[in-house]
């Protein structure tokens, strides 16, 4: 097996009053075996941590699993958190997954990340092939996800050991926080040390994790007496005085650490443990760390302590060479120094090995480590600040003479004052650059804000402000706010550089619910721009944050000034597409008729529309997609969901781009009928939403389509409690929502049998929506609701709103909202007349793609004739009703259609056919027949059936094809299709 170790695998020496963490070592490794005497099992991955402060012998026990892990034959993966590496994002995941990849070619090394290579190659410092990619966090954490599952299934059993985990940069600690719950379905165990006093106060999701975790974290505490004793002798002899070893465990306070110091220094001064040596002991426990440790390190002469200042700058595994050169900085003997060079260096290297100060690194060559972080941070902290700074603008220096990872040379420039160095600006912004790449805004934004205070010059502040915007965009939107406005005010601005900056100003003013304001400053820029292109891109931004407001002042004015707009473009480039999309949607929403809504679309599609274009946005997409569903052609919804998805997941955006398109290519299945199907593509897109750091909108949308979806199912106490644990319809969101947030919650209290509630609520949204003069009833069923709550109290109001939603669905033309229409209408009507609209409402919900309404329809239907007595008739409605119910994972409608059916006397029948989305052969001729023209008599006579018989044949196609007879053309050419 591959090893992947990182650093020697030995006991250096046997572990003292550590019995209870070997042996959940033990255990935790015996859980990774693939059998146990000779029985085959599954392995168990798991998670195991050791806490406690420094000098306790965390890292030896990690040295302990290291050996034990490589004594079964594991394989092994380890990294270390760095005290001043901690900028450097991925660090900890690098040393990890790094020796492994290293050993592949570069072919290998592709055919192995596959199509995540960009997305994880900048976090795992590969060379990325296409620069301009910056994935999203998610997106990466996704891809490191994948590649350590990867590892492990080619290496397993694991053992992924993390030192100084308190020390790990920001990235890796969030990267392992998240993955560490996956390890119990792999070969996989993770051991972790920390400090857990120094854990950053933003690591909470991994201090949740470890706390939380069913094994809890091994606190270490001091040796006790013995223990020490145990060490001391075991370094002078066994004749060592009984009351010189309780001083030593008194001076070190138990800790391993110190004590194991102190008696390697006990032995090379050939102390021998009476009570008269006290006083050198005391002398030598000095010397272990603070203060005691300086002195030592003084009296092995300038030069030497001039390469440790410099290793202790450098951090981590260091190389000598680079040490070497920055030992000169600041000495008054520079030039001879510099000429001495490698001798004084090896000078230092020899003396600080010999006082264990120093040994050899895990690094690359030979490279050197301090042998424990406490003395590191001691040297460090003991470094004149003036010669300090020197040393790490060297050390910058040096990085950027070597062409190295600009990380590198930032991460020390952020430890040098501010000097007006357009050579620092430069480096910093690379070093953005190549964050923003490896998916670590945070630690962009460290950096560009580093490069802001520098400052750079005039020229290049504003694109510099807007770097630091698109660094903030995802974690702090409100910054992005303030960075743009201050760009926008520099002059001399580069016009696409304006455009771009405007762009992402109003979008981070959406974010942050402010889509007034983000109207308005499109608007202003529109007014402004001399160019013909930015000003119809800044148009088309103030439409879209117009038609998304929920408070807009003159909604018809706009649709006018949309509509004027529209018709004199073609759709030659890509802003005059989105004006298009735009008023595609427009046109939907107002309820105009469907083939104008399509018209605008397929023209705004004609040239394309990229759901990642950064500086479009993709909510235009998103709406001319799902037009297509409203339209009664979800098949060309799904398809371009499909596209769209894949778009975003092959750019390694995977956070509220992903989150939104799981949960409304949900909501599409939903308004097709496919309930179980819909309610898990919402969840999976709620469960993404919830990972990504203001994800909100996201969120928002999946919560309304899985209450909606619950409801559907039956199942109004799971909604209930969906709703209340995201106060769902206690606040109203200032962006326009889909479906509308206070139309489904109308919905639940419906459910729920808290019809006045309801129907004040359903009131204001048809105010709402009134006064913006949108009436589409397939876009907000408000009226139909409010029907239904009104039905009791006030039938002739309910009779009224009913018949308006009738006819505004007749306006708009899609068969599915005239026949969810007819069936409101119908349940309010009383009298004969209930059961031709009834009739009327199948005869058009058979003609849609809509499974669930249409069996809804149905049980309606025929309920109603068994009151009338028609029993024929109505078994056949409720038995197509409960087969449709049950089909769409509809119970509560399967339930009801069984209890009609059993009140009537009669008893459900086995189901005719399984539930699929294959079409039959009858029903793929009689698809092909009708795509060509062919009316329902011609079909009937070629199958050999009547024209009911034809008609219920085209109705399982619609349904399962997805799409109503004016698509069925272009359904047939791409049907079957994989779901994304």
């Given at each position: 097996m591959a090893d992947g170790l990182r650093q020697p695998i030995t006991e250096q020496r046997p572990l003292l009053e550590r019995d209870q963490e070997l042996e959940a070592i033990d255990c935790a490794l015996s859980e990774l075996r693939d059998a146990v005497e000779g029985v085959p099992r599954a392995p168990r991955g798991g998670l195991l941590a050791f806490t406690g402060e420094g000098g306790l012998g965390k890292t030896t026990l990690i040295a302990a699993a290291r050996a034990r892990a490589a004594a079964h034959g594991f394989t092994v993966f380890s990294g270390k958190g760095g005290e001043k590496e901690q900028g450097l994002a991925f660090r900890v995941v690098r040393q990890l997954m790094q020796p492994t990849l290293a050993r592949m070619s570069e072919t290998e090394r592709r055919a192995f990340l596959g199509s995540w290579y960009d997305i994880v190659g900048a976090a795992l410092g590969l060379e990325a092939t296409d620069p301009a990619r910056m994935p999203d966090p998610t997106g990466v954490r996704d891809g490191l996800d994948w590649v350590m599952t990867r590892l492990t299934t080619m290496n397993a059993p694991v053992v992924l050991l993390l030192d100084d985990v308190h020390w790990a940069d920001a990235e890796s600690l969030d990267w392992i926080a998240s993955f560490a719950p996956r390890v119990a379905d792999l070969p996989l165990l993770i051991v972790v040390a920390y400090r857990p006093d120094e854990l950053p106060s933003d690591a909470t999701s991994f201090r949740t994790l470890v706390e939380r975790h069913e094994k809890r974290p091994h606190l270490l505490s001091p040796l006790g007496e013995a223990g020490v004793a145990r060490i001391i002798r075991d370094q002078v002899g066994e004749e060592a005085e009984d009351e010189f070893c309780a001083e030593c465990w008194e001076v070190t306070g138990g800790s391993p650490f110190e004590a194991v110091e102190l008696a390697i220094r006990l032995r090379e001064r050939q102390v021998k443990g009476t009570q008269d040596e006290l006083p050198v002991m005391r002398e030598l426990a000095a010397a272990v760390k603070g203060p005691g440790l300086i002195e030592r390190l003084k009296r092995l002469g300038p030069s030497t302590v001039r390469f440790a200042w410099a290793a202790a700058v450098l951090g981590g595994s260091f190389s000598p060479e680079l040490a070497a050169d920055m030992m000169v900085v600041g000495s008054e003997e520079a030039a001879d120094m510099a000429v001495l060079g490698s001798e004084e260096a090896a000078e230092a290297i020899e003396k600080l090995r010999a006082c264990r100060i120093l040994a050899d690194g895990d690094g690359p060559g030979d490279s050197l480590q301090f042998v424990h972080p406490l003395i590191a941070t001691t040297i460090y902290r003991a470094i004149p600040s003036s010669l300090r700074v020197g040393m790490h603008n060297a050390a910058?220096?040096?990085?950027?003479?070597?062409?190295?990872?600009?990380t590198i040379a930032?991460?020390?420039?952020?430890e040098v004052p501010c000097d007006g160095s357009p050579e620092a600006v430069a480096c910093l912004r690379a070093a953005g650059r190549e964050h923003l790449r490896a998916g670590a805004p945070e630690a962009a934004r460290r950096v560009l804000a580093r490069a802001l205070r520098e400052p750079p010059p005039a020229e290049d502040r504003a694109e510099l402000l807007h770097e630091l915007a698109c660094s903030t965009f995802l974690i702090d939107p409100k910054a992005t706010v303030r960075h743009l406005r201050k760009a926008l005010k520099e002059s001399g601005i580069d016009p696409d550089l304006r455009a771009s900056i405007v762009y992402r100003l109003t979008q981070a003013l959406a974010h942050t619910d402010e889509l007034t304001e983000a109207a308005t400053v499109a608007a202003d820029e529109a007014r402004r721009a001399a160019n013909p292109r930015v000003k119809l891109r800044m148009q088309a931004d103030h439409f879209v944050w117009s038609a998304f407001r929920t408070d807009e002042p003159d909604s018809s004015a706009r649709s006018r000034r949309l509509a004027r707009l529209a018709d004199k473009l073609t759709g030659r480039g890509l802003e005059e597409r989105y004006i298009l999309g735009l008023r595609a949607w427009d046109t939907l929403v107002r309820g105009e008729p469907r083939r104008t809504a399509l018209g605008y679309a397929e023209q705004a599609l004609r040239g394309g529309m990229s759901w990642t274009d950064e500086n479009h946005g993709f909510e235009v997409?998103?709406?001319?997609?799902?037009?297509?569903?409203?339209?009664?052609?979800?098949?060309?919804?799904?398809?371009?969901?499909?596209?769209?998805?894949?778009?975003?997941?092959?750019?390694?955006?995977?956070?509220?781009?992903?989150?939104?398109?799981?949960?409304?290519?949900?909501?599409?299945?939903?308004?097709?009928?496919?309930?179980?199907?819909?309610?898990?593509?919402?969840?999976?897109?709620?469960?993404t939403a919830e990972r990504v750091e203001g994800a909100v909108p996201a969120q928002w949308f999946a919560i309304g389509i899985l209450i909606q979806s619950l409801l559907a199912r039956g199942r109004t106490a799971d909604a209930r409690r969906l709703a209340d644990s995201h106060h769902y319809g206690d606040v109203v969101p200032n962006a326009v929502i889909f479906p509308d947030p206070r139309t489904v919650y109308a919905e639940l209290l419906l459910a729920e049998g808290r019809l006045p509630e309801a129907a004040r609520l359903l009131s204001d949204v048809g105010n709402w929506l009134q006064a913006r003069d949108w009436r589409n009833p397939t876009w907000c069923p408000w009226q139909l609701h409010l029907a239904s709550a009104l039905a009791r109290t006030a039938p002739d109001q309910a009779v009224r709103h009913a018949q308006d939603a009738v006819k505004r669905a007749r306006d708009f033309g899609a068969a599915s909202a005239i026949g969810q229409a007819l069936h409101t209408l119908a349940a309010v009507t009383d009298g004969p007349a209930a059961l031709d609209l009834y009739a009327e409402a199948v005869d058009h919900l058979q003609r849609s793609p809509a499974a669930y309404e249409l069996a809804r329809a149905l049980v309606g239907h025929g309920a109603a004739l068994i009151r009338k007595g028609n029993l024929q008739e109505a078994a056949d409605r409720l038995y197509e009703g409960l087969e449709g119910a049950v089909h769409c994972g509809a119970e509560a409608l399967a339930v009801r259609a069984r209890e009609e059916l059993s009140a009537a006397g009669l008893r459900p029948l086995p189901l005719r056919y399984a539930q699929t989305d294959t079409l039959t052969v009858s029903e793929h001729k009689a698809a092909e027949m009708t795509a060509q023209g062919h009316p329902v008599a011609v079909v009937a006579k070629e199958l050999r059936l009547r024209e009911q018989g034809v008609r219920q044949l085209l109705s399982a196609v619609y349904r399962k094809i997805g799409t109503d007879a004016a698509g069925l053309v272009s359904a047939l050419e791409s049907f079957p299709r994989q779901l994304p």
């Open positions: 910058a220096y040096a990085a950027q003479v070597a062409r190295s990872d600009p930032a991460r020390h420039l952020l997409p998103v709406a001319v997609a799902l037009l297509f569903m409203y339209c009664d052609q979800p098949w060309r919804a799904e398809e371009l969901f499909a596209k769209g998805m894949a778009e975003c997941k092959h750019k390694g955006w995977r956070g509220s781009h992903l989150a939104q398109g799981q949960t409304l290519l949900g909501y599409i299945r939903y308004r097709r009928g496919c309930l179980l199907e819909a309610e898990e593509l919402v969840r999976a897109g709620l469960d």
